[in-house]
């Protein structure tokens, strides 16, 4: 317990950015019409793809048995993001082919 109280004492400047991130990142995405959905998927996943490696690399440098379980739900949560934006948007993709 007094090292997740020392984490978030240290990083609360960064817990404040992370917070702040969220919200704008909720109220862009709340805003995009459907016609960018596709090129945005394609986005989001090769960031996922950077959360993946940052993660790993994290997890290389870990200290603290806290670090590494963040780094490791960070790397499982940016993996299923990335296999789920690709699946939706080959789905999206199929709905624009020509039908033989």
Do not use: C, W
């Not at 990083?11 to 919200?23: M, S």
């Not at 960031?47 to 806290?66: H, Y």
Request: glycine share 8%; charged share 10%.
């Amino acid at each position: 317990m007094n090292d997740l109280l020392n984490f978030l004492t240290e990083n609360l400047n960064l817990i404040y950015i992370l917070i702040f991130a969220i919200f704008i990142g909720v109220e862009l995405i709340k805003n995009v019409p459907s016609v960018l959905h596709t090129p945005l998927m394609s986005g989001a996943n090769a960031l996922s793809g950077v959360v993946i490696v940052g993660a790993i690399l994290v997890m290389l440098e870990a200290q603290t048995t806290l670090a590494l379980v963040l780094g490791f739900i960070a790397v499982i949560l940016g993996t299923i993001n990335v296999v789920g934006g690709y699946a939706v948007t080959d789905r999206m993709l199929q709905m624009f082919k020509k039908r033989k």
